[in-house]
């Protein structure tokens, strides 16, 4: 079941730069950003047209920005079939980021005794645009088997639509009023057709979040797929998202109330009040 896609629309370079910034707007450099940022686990190798069409910038000048990103080594070309992929170069950058931070560090063996303890699916993500970006992924161990987090389309890296699932919805609970409506004008732009249901199902998690402290689609995404997801908000961090991802049969109206939501709070509570001792 491949739920997950890296299909989403990259044209927003600008809005990778400017949103959350002065003002100051460097175009090439939002540009050479964005070219990088269309790359991910179902993208692996892309050719120039390609990642012109995705960055909504001109053939001529995707191909001078891949150019210069090949000669400083961030993408590397395989003769064959004129295609790019990124390199260990910006592999680096990735991990300088997210890897072994203290939040994450804290957070990886509460992650993995959830994931056992409920045999699902436990995921960390933090926002990127209009996305969220998973930044951990647990899967449950049954016995000596460990179960693949791929069965669900969803590995580090893996970018879902914050219009569009519980891990968008839950962030998009937990920011001040004024980014929210700024976020949701950009929703709105992007998914001008479907802005109806997506304003629908947004508005109704809202609440959900304020008064449970989670929200949940059970089978709404894919009549399979069941997920939780609870935001994360620690001093000193940017707003992020804990989700349970498992089986529509597995995780039951009844279950998540009673079980993932509430192990879902005390999660967060831990990682709250630990941070808070450091």
């Known amino acids: 079941m491949d739920t997950f896609r890296e299909d989403h629309d990259h044209h927003g370079a600008s809005d990778a730069i400017r949103d959350g910034s002065t003002g100051a707007y460097v175009n090439p450099l939002g540009r050479a950003l964005s070219v990088l940022s269309v790359f991910g686990p179902h993208?692996?190798?892309?050719?120039?047209?390609?990642?012109?069409?995705?960055?909504?910038?001109?053939?001529?000048?995707?191909?001078?920005?891949?150019?210069?990103?090949q000669t400083l080594g961030y993408l590397h070309l395989q003769p064959e079939t004129k295609k790019y992929r990124l390199t260990a170069k910006v592999l680096m950058l990735g991990y300088a980021a997210i890897a072994h931070s203290d939040l994450q560090t804290l957070a990886l063996p509460k992650m993995q005794d959830l994931a056992d303890e409920?045999?699902?699916?436990?995921?960390?993500?933090?926002?990127?645009?209009?996305?969220?970006?998973?930044?951990?992924?647990?899967?449950?161990q049954h016995g000596s088997v460990q179960h693949d987090s791929s069965t669900f389309g969803i590995s580090v890296g893996t970018r879902l639509?914050?219009?569009?699932?519980?891990?968008?919805?839950?962030?998009?609970?937990?920011?001040?009023?004024?980014?929210?409506?700024?976020?949701?004008?950009?929703?709105?732009?992007?998914?001008?057709?479907?802005?109806?249901?997506?304003?629908?199902?947004?508005?109704?998690?809202?609440?959900?979040?304020?008064?449970?402290?989670?929200?949940?689609?059970?089978?709404?995404?894919?009549?399979?797929?069941?997920?939780?997801?609870?935001?994360?908000?620690?001093?000193?961090?940017?707003?992020?998202?804990?989700?349970c991802i498992g089986h529509s049969s597995r995780m039951t109206t009844s279950r998540v109330e009673r079980e993932f939501g509430p192990r879902l709070r005390q999660m967060v509570r831990y990682l709250q009040r630990e941070t808070e001792l450091e």
Do not use: N
């Open 161 to 243: 639509p914050i219009a569009d699932s519980p891990l968008g919805w839950a962030l998009l609970a937990a920011l001040p009023e004024l980014e929210r409506r700024y976020l949701s004008l950009k929703i709105e732009h992007r998914f001008k057709s479907d802005w109806p249901r997506i304003r629908t199902r947004m508005t109704k998690a809202q609440p959900q979040v304020h008064e449970k402290g989670f929200c949940a689609s059970l089978g709404e995404v894919d009549p399979e797929l069941a997920m939780v997801a609870i935001p994360l908000t620690i001093s000193g961090h940017a707003p992020m998202v804990i989700a």
């Open 43 to 69: 993208d692996r190798w892309m050719s120039v047209s390609e990642i012109a069409l995705k960055t909504s910038v001109p053939l001529s000048t995707a191909s001078r920005l891949i150019k210069s990103l």
């Open 118 to 140: 409920m045999r699902t699916h436990v995921v960390l993500g933090s926002r990127d645009r209009l996305d969220v970006v998973l930044l951990e992924c647990c899967a449950f």
